[in-house]
């Protein structure tokens, strides 16, 4: 049996502003800013005549406490130099365009008996809502500042007292507030009302992002310049090296990995580094350790053509791994070869050959790292080792990349737990995705190939949007598998934009900095002339 309460329920609610709501907010706005600067009933009465689905007002039991007012407008006008009564029409919202990419915060008040109830905070979310649902750019107004006449004296200057509101250096009550709820200041607006003495006239320009258009910060298209994908979905194989009699039968066991993820409609197959020395057991030659490396890239054009021919065949992005390709100089890299379901290929060399890689099989690094543009998207490839680097993982997503694709081979589970715990970091301080492949088994005879560890995963950062341990999948150790995960990019659009934590824009370009060049080649002068 129900009971109800007998008890008065008070009932707050945002709702969609209405003529009959005008002298309430005639009252409201004259109590917020004297008789004399209210809004008159023309003004509310054109605002709501010229974009009414913009006007929303907070009614508690009844009575109107809260009034939000906005219109679109051109990004051109929104950005540049204005006051209140030039952007507003003088405060009808005349300059309202139907065609506008962005949302113009003309007013909100809130009834100063009702502060506390997070009545201004609704009404945030309720023009953030509607940004969203216009697919609008973002929300652009001028803010106010009202303890900035009171601490003039100590600042100096508006720009000194913004600086030290943003900082966290000073309370301004509605300049914190706005930073609060994800607005960002993008400069000063002079004499924006200039009867509003306790901000001396100025207006925080102030500006809000759309989460889920995918072009803030500059979030990138696919190839072609065409829109990417709200979701992706990977495919990592977690393969099992064996004794095999001929290329053909390495080819079979490739291209039967490949069907599977192309079975289940992924658009990104991962396979592991090193995958190919399994082509040495097919004539199981005792041979020094650098004559076995070398002997394995006579294999480079047939491994080559078998991952073209499978991306295009399957309709399917294939990461194939990684194998040890001859230079023309005669050095020998450990080589990604990402081929695209388009027909093109794409090569990365591991930059950081390992301790062993380089005294055993006596390979060496490259020197570039690339983002690739896919349909999907662009991504960035990091072969095993380069993943404890986190410079190679920044400079991939400054390129654009939203998804890292690490090959891995390592033998025992420190080794391994070293590139999982690197691929989830790199994840959390880039916001994005890491997929990581391994292999498992063994090979009998081949130097620095007898044991593997591998536990594959398909990491994302750690925020609510994602998986809860930031683990999209994750494999048994050390058995033959193959994983899916379905990736949104719309969630890494709002992450990078408005999560929890904003790593990407919070970086402190003005403490350091990251320079990329080539072997050999010197870095770019400072402007003083230093390196």
Request: proline share 6%; aromatic share 10%; glycine share 8%.
């Given at each position: 049996?129900?009971k109800t309460n007998s008890r008065t329920k008070h009932h707050l609610m945002v709702r969609q502003a209405q003529l009959s709501?005008?002298?309430?907010?005639?009252?409201?706005?004259?109590?917020?800013?004297?008789?004399?600067?209210?809004?008159?009933?023309?003004?509310?009465?054109?605002?709501?005549?010229?974009?009414?689905?913009?006007?929303?007002?907070?009614?508690?039991?009844?009575?109107?406490?809260?009034?939000?007012?906005?219109?679109?407008?051109?990004?051109?006008?929104?950005?540049?130099?204005?006051?209140?009564?030039?952007?507003?029409?003088?405060?009808?919202?005349?300059?309202?365009?139907?065609?506008?990419?962005?949302?113009?915060?003309?007013?909100?008040?809130?009834?100063?008996?009702?502060?506390?109830?997070?009545?201004?905070?609704?009404?945030?979310?309720?023009?953030?809502?509607?940004?969203?649902?216009?697919?609008?750019?973002?929300?652009?107004?001028?803010?106010?500042?009202?303890g900035l006449a009171k601490a003039i004296k100590r600042y100096s200057s508006a720009e000194n007292y913004v600086q030290a509101?943003?900082?966290?250096?000073?309370?301004?009550?509605?300049?914190?507030?706005?930073?609060?709820?994800?607005?960002?200041?993008?400069?000063?607006?002079?004499?924006?009302?200039?009867?509003?003495?306790?901000?001396?006239?100025?207006?925080?320009?102030?500006?809000?992002?759309?989460?889920?258009?995918?072009?803030?910060?500059?979030?990138?298209?696919?190839?072609?310049?065409?829109?990417?994908?709200?979701?992706?979905?990977?495919?990592?194989?977690?393969?099992?090296?064996?004794?095999?009699?001929?290329?053909?039968?390495?080819?079979?066991?490739?291209?039967?990995?490949?069907?599977?993820?192309?079975?289940?409609?992924?658009?990104?197959?991962?396979?592991?580094?090193?995958?190919?020395?399994?082509?040495?057991?097919?004539?199981?030659?005792?041979?020094?350790?650098?004559?076995?490396?070398?002997?394995?890239?006579?294999?480079?054009?047939?491994?080559?053509?078998?991952?073209?021919?499978?991306?295009?065949?399957?309709?399917?992005?294939?990461?194939?791994?990684?194998?040890?390709?001859?230079?023309?100089?005669?050095?020998?890299?450990?080589?990604?070869?990402?081929?695209?379901?388009?027909?093109?290929?794409?090569?990365?060399?591991?930059?950081?050959?390992?301790?062993?890689?380089?005294?055993?099989?006596?390979?060496?690094?490259?020197?570039?790292?690339?983002?690739?543009?896919?349909?999907?998207?662009?991504?960035?490839?990091?072969?095993?080792?380069?993943?404890?680097?986190?410079?190679?993982?920044?400079?991939?997503?400054?390129?654009?990349?939203?998804?890292?694709?690490?090959?891995?081979?390592?033998?025992?589970?420190?080794?391994?737990?070293?590139?999982?715990?690197?691929?989830?970091?790199?994840?959390?301080?880039?916001?994005?995705?890491?997929?990581?492949?391994?292999?498992?088994?063994?090979?009998?005879?081949?130097?620095?190939?007898?044991?593997?560890?591998?536990?594959?995963?398909?990491?994302?950062?750690?925020?609510?949007?994602?998986?809860?341990?930031?683990?999209?999948?994750?494999?048994?150790?050390?058995?033959?598998?193959?994983?899916?995960?379905?990736?949104?990019?719309?969630?890494?659009?709002?992450?990078?934009?408005?999560?929890?934590?904003?790593?990407?824009?919070?970086?402190?370009?003005?403490?350091?900095?990251?320079?990329?060049?080539?072997?050999?080649?010197?870095?770019?002068?400072?402007?003083?002339?230093?390196?």
């Open positions: 049996m129900t709501d005008v002298s309430q907010l005639v009252e409201l706005t004259a109590l917020i800013y004297t008789p004399d600067w209210g809004h008159s009933p023309e003004m509310l009465r054109g605002q709501q005549a010229h974009f009414p689905e913009g006007q929303f007002v907070a009614e508690y039991d009844g009575r109107i406490v809260g009034y939000c007012s906005t219109f679109r407008i051109d990004e051109a006008s929104a950005m540049a130099p204005h006051t209140w009564t030039e952007i507003t029409g003088g405060g009808f919202g005349s300059r309202h365009d139907p065609e506008g990419d962005w949302l113009y915060g003309m007013e909100v008040v809130v009834h100063p008996d009702m502060r506390g109830m997070r009545i201004g905070q609704r009404l945030y979310t309720a023009r953030k809502n509607l940004c969203k649902e216009l697919k609008l750019r973002g929300i652009v107004f001028g803010g106010r500042m009202p509101v943003t900082e966290g250096r000073r309370r301004d009550q509605t300049l914190s507030f706005q930073l609060r709820n994800g607005f960002e200041v993008i400069g000063l607006l002079h004499d924006y009302v200039p009867t509003d003495h306790e901000s001396l006239g100025y207006a925080t320009h102030m500006v809000w992002r759309n989460p889920e258009l995918h072009d803030h910060p500059d979030m990138p298209h696919a190839s072609g310049g065409l829109p990417m994908p709200s979701t992706v979905r990977v495919a990592s194989v977690q393969y099992q090296q064996r004794r095999i009699t001929s290329f053909e039968e390495f080819a079979q066991q490739v291209e039967y990995f490949t069907d599977i993820a192309a079975d289940y409609h992924a658009d990104f197959v991962t396979f592991p580094e090193l995958i190919t020395l399994q082509l040495l057991s097919i004539e199981n030659e005792e041979l020094s350790p650098n004559d076995t490396i070398r002997r394995l890239s006579e294999w480079t054009p047939q491994v080559r053509d078998l991952f073209a021919r499978l991306a295009v065949r399957y309709n399917i992005n294939i990461i194939g791994g990684s194998h040890p390709t001859r230079q023309d100089d005669g050095d020998i890299h450990n080589v990604c070869y990402i081929c695209l379901r388009d027909g093109t290929m794409h090569e990365q060399e591991k930059l950081h050959p390992t301790p062993s890689e380089r005294n055993v099989w006596g390979i060496t690094g490259g020197d570039t790292a690339s983002m690739i543009q896919t349909d999907c998207g662009p991504i960035g490839v990091m072969i095993c080792y380069d993943s404890e680097f986190p410079e190679v993982a920044r400079h991939l997503i400054d390129q654009g990349a939203l998804m890292l694709f690490v090959p891995f081979c390592t033998d025992v589970r420190e080794g391994y737990l070293r590139v999982r715990y690197s691929c989830q970091a790199r994840a959390i301080e880039n916001q994005c995705y890491v997929v990581m492949s391994g292999n498992v088994g063994n090979l009998p005879g081949v130097y620095n190939f007898d044991i593997q560890y591998g536990q594959s995963c398909i990491l994302t950062p750690c925020d609510f949007p994602f998986a809860r341990d930031g683990v999209a999948a994750d494999s048994t150790p050390n058995i033959e598998t193959v994983l899916f995960a379905d990736l949104s990019l719309d969630n890494i659009a709002r992450a990078r934009n408005s999560g929890t934590v904003t790593n990407l824009k919070d970086r402190r370009y003005d403490l350091y900095e990251t320079r990329w060049r080539r072997r050999g080649k010197p870095q770019s002068q400072a402007p003083d002339g230093t390196h």
